[in-house]
């Protein structure tokens, strides 16, 4: 195997690190390749500006050239009640066990924080998001009857979805 052979098969290596306001760009255009109605990078910033917020984006680390934002988790904590704003991961990663590790970050921080639990929204048609979340011990606790829309106008229902941090 030659050494671009090698390098090409490489399982990319991530590295999670907190959000600032300079990747809020790569964060935006991230949000823009996986959702329907992707926030701005000024939506980014002004949330990740708030005292309350926060986020982690994925690095990877064994890239020779810079790549784009594999994965980020952006969320805040008020008063003991923590929630997961939005998260998103590149497809080509997708099963990778990055978003576990994202969430695992935010949950990690939340609590630091004072989070004694955390919620989240996900649509009902998601299923690889409901399977990642059930397997972190989310529970689901409400619904949210025509919460999403897409790019069509089509409506689903957003499922409600909570954890204790314990």
């Not at 992707?38 to 926060?54: K, T």
């Not at 949950?107 to 399977?131: P, T, Y």
Request: hydrophobic share 40%.
């Amino acid at each position: 195997m030659t050494m671009l052979e090698s390098y090409l098969s490489l399982k990319p290596e991530f590295e999670i690190i907190p959000m600032d306001a300079d990747d809020c760009h790569a964060v935006s255009t991230l949000h823009g390749e996986r959702f329907a109605r992707p926030w701005g990078d000024g939506e980014f910033y002004s949330l990740l500006s708030q005292n309350n917020v926060f986020g982690f984006v994925a690095r990877q680390t064994n890239a020779f050239l810079k790549k784009p934002l594999p994965g980020f988790v952006l969320a805040r904590e008020v008063a003991g009640e923590a929630e997961i704003l939005t998260i998103a991961v590149q497809a080509k990663v997708g099963r990778s066990g990055l978003g576990w590790r994202l969430m695992q970050a935010a949950m990690r921080e939340a609590k630091q924080r004072g989070g004694e639990s955390i919620f989240l929204e996900v649509d009902k048609g998601n299923v690889a998001a409901l399977g990642l979340y059930r397997k972190l011990g989310f529970d689901q606790v409400g619904e949210r009857r025509g919460y999403y829309k897409d790019a069509n106008g089509e409506v689903s229902t957003a499922l409600v979805m909570k954890r204790i941090l314990r």
